[in-house]
């Protein structure tokens, strides 16, 4: 080696103490890798996504940062090319923090309507998701980012997630969950993986060899870096020799004995190497080895691109998806007067809770949106009724005086922006344990009744003007805020004058340390409503040419931590949609949640739009769609049940299958969930997988298929030709699925196999090419350990839905093929 080159990988390995590369397999703290100074090897800093890149930062505030759709939004979008150009655009915003590792993006499948973090996710398809997720990879990691894909495996409900066993049968775990990892390893060439918290089939996956290590490396091949999920590993060297390279966050709590055990241990050394050499390898694909980025939180950028502006914009849009558009009332002209109703009108849910929240460089919400693009004087507006899960967070700020647990003596004294603290730091000279006194002013323009609250994680007491409205102290119960370690919201009720009014909020830290070791407190604030305020906002409706309800959940109902209460919309917001309906005929209800609700007003609505929640510009984008300057073209990617009983777990009876008893979970539906499920079951849902309407009409022509005989081994393409036959330029989504006509082992009625996303002019038609290999028509054998394609006929079927298939085409199969899983 001369002295102008730059170490390689192994020859740093080779240098490296077996106590350094101990050190290399726990991070140094939450966000950051260690460095070995010795050797120049520095820092890797890594952040939380998928939607974005919230840096180094708390939670809640630190820097401002571009928010994108989450991810249900991006996979109705049905785009690759899109979710490609989206990884492009989050590496430039990681970089600009600091950061080589994103941590994303999420490929679990929505097994249930309720799982809590179900907007993360792109589909209830592995096919789909699993597309969607290695274009995103690409994007990301062409620009020199780490893609870190998420949570390696069976992480499909928030319940007991950190201990919980997902027990799934092996075709269900081959064909479906794993499905998308695997495309993410061999398509996306994802540089990391990140392990789930649950157990799989009785072992956690941080530590599950036959994953991390025969499934993962010796089957697929990955070459990558496995960390852990945030306190989600649980051994020192059972988790080396499982496949398990990082420990995350640091310093070490599980590895903390690492050293000692591989002192006398030859083989647990020659992991411990392997496992540094993917860290070291990390560094050296996101180019941090020989370049260092700026790790410093302090220092990370917050400035905003608009061409990445104007892509948030336009994916938001596209992944909108009409559900119904009776009349042809979308879109609506531009010198329409607009009502905007409801209690997701003047506030922008761009993004859900947990993890993946941040804070976006703005929320624009609809109200915001429609006046901009229609004129303030074209748009009225009532809240109608709320939908919060907790009061609203307090915008006042506070003044915080920390001091030691049981002393008077004041540490350090600060100012906080928010009525919400997530401490992952503390300031300088402040312990881990400590309590505070907490003071803020309200400001209140006119005497009436308001309702005060706290949520925290740890202890805290709320008094107005020297009085106790809230003890969530000695009254504290343990509820679902902060991923499971917070409080219940503690709510309490003052009658205030108008003027300035004095907060006092006494804080102490959990007594009980904890792996996250959060600590936290919210502090709720608002007047109640009217009792008429619907009515009002009825009437409101009645004068204006169209209605827009606004209405759905937010980040509260939809977060990590925590599963959803069932489909119904929470609060009044049904009787909101009901009474605008009996005022005005023209009204339009936009949707936003992160996953299926029930309608009870469907038949009555004539037009209904979901919005997900779609990053910053989600009001820009809104209007876009309401005014026809952008085609609602996205498809669901979930299916959306008529009733909670038709979920393919059955949730409103509890049990086994979900959410899990005894620290099971049983994944008894096996293959058939989300459209499977409806297809087995002949159900009609309220919504089926893949629907979508837009501002067009298109025809879907001209199967065929080249070759129709296929030998094993043979690939084939499939072609269909397109046409726009309304009026105006638009998108739809070609949709492929096989049926296999004869099997030995009992499959679902049709999979998803091909899609290709479509634009055309009026009058304009294409001829779209479908590309299918054997593991097109084959299913898992697991008696086998193979997968097979069985000989015989196989029903290929194109169209706009998976309940608008009305093209098929017969192929046949003329021998067996079988392709056992090896190892390499």
Same mark, same amino acid.
């Given at each position: ?11 740093l ?12 397999l726990?991070g140094a703290?939450?966000?950051?890798? +260690? ?13 939380d996504?998928p ?10 505030g ?14 109705s ?15 430039r915003?990681?970089?600009d923090k600091?950061?080589?590792?994103l941590?994303?993006p ?9 799982n809590g973090?179900n907007?993360?996710?792109? =589909?209830?398809?592995p096919f789909?998701?699993g ?7 690409r ?13 390696f495996?069976g992480n499909? =409900?928030?319940y ?8 799934i049968?092996?075709? $269900? ?5 794993l499905?998308p990892?695997?495309?993410? @390893?061999?398509?996306?060439k994802?540089?990391?993986?990140? +392990?789930?918290? #649950? ?6 996956a941080?530590? #599950?060899?036959?994953?991390l290590?025969?499934?993962l490396? %010796?089957?697929?091949?990955?070459d ?17 020799l499982a496949g ?9 709590r ?12 030859e ?7 392997t ?8 560094l050296?694909?996101?180019?941090v ?11 990370e950028?917050?400035?905003e691109h ?5 892509l948030?914009?336009r994916?938001?849009?596209e992944g ?5 558009n ?7 002209p ?5 009502a905007?109703i409801?209690?997701n009108a003047?506030?922008g &849910?761009?993004m ?9 460089h ?7 949106g429609?006046? $901009?693009a229609l004129?303030?004087n ?6 109608g ?7 609203p967070?307090?915008?006042?700020g506070?003044?915080i005086?920390?001091?030691?647990l049981?002393?008077?003596? @004041?540490?350090?004294q600060?100012?906080?922006?928010l009525?919400?603290?997530?401490w992952?730091?503390?300031p300088e ?9 907490m003071?803020?002013?309200l400001?209140?323009?006119e ?5 005060l +609250? ?5 202890? /805290?007491?709320?008094? @107005? ?21 917070? =409080?219940d ?5 003052? /009658?205030?004058?108008?003027g300035e ?6 804080y102490?830290t ?5 792996g ?7 502090f709720?604030?608002r ?5 008429n305020s619907?009515?009002e906002?009825? &009437?409101l409706?009645a ?14 109902w939809e977060?990590?931590?925590?599963d959803?209460?069932g ?7 049904d009787?909101?949609?009901? $009474? ?22 469907l ?9 997900w929640?779609?990053?910053?510009e989600?009001?820009h984008a ?5 005014l026809? %300057? ?11 049940p008529a ?9 409103e009876?509890?049990?086994l299958?979900y959410?899990g008893?005894?620290g099971h979970?049983?994944?008894q539906? !096996?293959?058939?969930? !989300?459209?499977r ?7 009609r ?8 309407l837009?501002y067009? *009409?298109f ?15 043979d690939?084939? *393409?499939?072609?269909v ?35 290709a996303?479509v634009?055309?002019?009026?009058a304009?038609s ?7 290999d054997?593991?097109s028509?084959?299913?898992?054998d ?13 029903l290929?079927?194109?169209g706009?839905?998976? $309940? ?17 899983? &090896?190892?390499?």
């Amino acid at each position: 080696m001369t002295q102008t080159q730059s170490p390689t990988v192994e020859d740093l390995l080779q240098q490296l103490t077996l106590q350094e590369q101990v050190s290399l397999l726990s991070g140094a703290d939450f966000w950051r890798t +260690s460095a070995i100074e010795r050797l120049g090897i520095p820092q890797l800093k890594v952040s939380d996504g998928p939607a974005g890149v919230r840096g180094g930062g708390p939670l809640v505030g630190g820097k401002k940062t571009a928010a994108f759709p989450v991810g249900i939004a991006l996979g109705s979008t049905w785009n690759e090319d899109l979710l490609h150009e989206v990884g492009q655009h989050l590496a430039r915003e990681a970089t600009d923090k600091g950061a080589g590792v994103l941590l994303a993006p999420t490929v679990n499948l929505f097994r249930s309507t309720l799982n809590g973090r179900n907007f993360e996710s792109y =589909s209830e398809d592995p096919f789909l998701t699993g597309k969607l997720g290695a274009a995103y990879i690409r994007g990301l990691q062409e620009k020199g980012v780490a893609a870190t894909v998420k949570h390696f495996v069976g992480n499909e =409900s928030e319940y007991q997630r950190n201990t919980i066993s997902s027990d799934i049968p092996e075709r $269900a775990l081959r064909e479906l969950y794993l499905l998308p990892f695997e495309m993410a @390893v061999k398509e996306g060439k994802t540089w990391a993986v990140m +392990s789930a918290y #649950n157990k799989l089939n009785g072992t956690f996956a941080s530590e #599950n060899k036959r994953l991390l290590t025969d499934i993962l490396r %010796q089957e697929w091949g990955f070459d990558g870096l496995v960390m852990s999920d945030w306190f989600g590993s649980h051994s020192a060297g059972e988790s080396v020799l499982a496949g398990l390279d990082l420990e995350m966050p640091g310093p070490a709590r599980a590895r903390a004995a690492l050293l000692q055990e591989a002192q006398n241990d030859e083989a647990l050394q020659e992991a411990i190497k392997t496992a540094a050499r993917n860290v070291l390898r990390l560094l050296e694909r996101t180019g941090v080895l020989h370049q260092p980025l700026d790790v410093q939180d302090a220092n990370e950028k917050d400035q905003e691109h608009q061409d990445t502006t104007a892509l948030i914009r336009r994916a938001a849009a596209e992944g909108m998806v009409l559900l119904k558009n009776q009349g042809d009332l979308l879109p609506f002209p531009a010198g329409a007067k607009v009502a905007v109703i409801g209690p997701n009108a003047a506030k922008g &849910q761009v993004m859900g809770g947990g993890s993946a929240q941040m804070n976006a460089h703005r929320q624009v919400s609809p109200l915001q949106g429609l006046q $901009a693009a229609l004129g303030e004087n074209q748009v009225s507006y009532h809240i109608g009724c709320y939908n919060d899960k907790f009061l609203p967070v307090h915008q006042g700020g506070f003044d915080i005086a920390y001091q030691e647990l049981g002393s008077d003596t @004041v540490l350090v004294q600060e100012h906080q922006p928010l009525g919400e603290i997530m401490w992952f730091g503390l300031p300088e000279g402040v312990p881990r344990a400590f309590q505070a006194k907490m003071t803020s002013t309200l400001s209140i323009p006119e005497e009436g009744r308001f309702e005060l +609250s706290l949520a925290s994680a740890g202890l /805290t007491r709320l008094y @107005v003007d020297g009085e106790l409205v809230v003890n969530n102290w000695e009254d504290y119960r343990p509820g679902d805020t902060y991923f499971g370690f917070g =409080s219940d919201e503690a709510r309490g009720e003052a /009658t205030l004058t108008a003027g300035e009014h004095t907060v006092l909020i006494e804080y102490r830290t959990p007594e009980v340390a904890h792996g996250f070791g959060i600590s936290a407190v919210r502090f709720g604030f608002r007047k109640p409503l009217p009792e008429n305020s619907i009515a009002e906002a009825a &009437q409101l409706a009645a004068k204006a040419d169209y209605a827009v309800v606004c209405i759905g959940t937010n980040g509260e109902w939809e977060t990590e931590g925590v599963d959803r209460w069932g489909l119904d919309l929470p609060g009044q917001q049904d009787e909101l949609v009901q $009474a605008v309906l009996q005022q005005n005929p023209n009204t339009i209800v936009l949707l936003q949640t992160g996953g299926p609700v029930l309608m009870p007003w469907l038949n009555q609505a004539p037009a209904v739009l979901q919005a997900w929640f779609p990053g910053q510009e989600a009001g820009h984008a809104i209007a876009d769609v309401l005014l026809g %300057q952008a085609e609602p073209s996205g498809r669901l990617p979930q299916t959306f049940p008529a009733q909670l009983s038709d979920d393919p777990t059955h949730p409103e009876t509890p049990d086994l299958q979900y959410p899990g008893e005894n620290g099971h979970v049983e994944y008894q539906e !096996g293959l058939y969930i !989300g459209y499977r499920h409806v297809d087995r079951k002949e159900l009609r849902p309220l919504f089926p997988f893949g629907h979508g309407l837009g501002y067009t *009409t298109f025809e879907l022509s001209d199967l065929q298929a080249d070759p129709t005989e296929l030998n094993p081994g043979d690939a084939l *393409t499939v072609t269909v030709k397109v046409q726009n036959t309304g009026q105006r330029p638009g998108q739809t989504v070609v949709q492929l699925y096989v049926t296999d006509q004869q099997s030995t082992l009992q499959r679902p009625e049709k999979e998803l196999k091909g899609f290709a996303k479509v634009s055309l002019e009026p009058a304009e038609s294409t001829t779209v090419q479908l590309k299918l290999d054997m593991r097109s028509f084959a299913f898992f054998d697991d008696q086998q350990q193979a997968w097979v394609a069985e000989k015989g006929t196989f029903l290929l079927k194109a169209g706009q839905s998976s $309940a608008d298939l009305l093209l098929s085409l017969p192929v046949q199969l003329n021998a067996d093929w079988l392709d056992s899983v &090896q190892t390499i």
